[in-house]
């Protein structure tokens, strides 16, 4: 991929189908995406898979901007994917972007884990 083509993006659903501290999952060939929007409708997109056990971040608490995994509580920043502390880790972030309520997500964030 050249500069010219890059990057595009691939509306996935509006900000209005996610509830206030909630997520949804996209399904995506490299991999799940959780999609959060928080208490302030801001929106991001981490993959669905905890770096530290593989949990579903998508069934996470959502809490100002940060995500609690359900299975070992580890807190990611939802814009970085990291986690403070001692056993700090990193959830992989994913370009995602809202234009006049509809989320997108950068197009190479589909194909990124699968190889292509
Ligand atoms: S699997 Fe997420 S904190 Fe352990």
Redesign the pocket.
Known sequence: MNAINAPSWIAVGRVADIPARGARVVRAPGGDIAVFRTGTDEVFALRDR??????P?SN?IVHGRSVT??????VFDLESGRTAGPDACTATSVPVRVVDGVIQIANPAFAEAAGA
């Open positions: 905890c770096p530290h056990g593989a949990g971040l996470g995994c359900p299975l070992h509580g580890m």
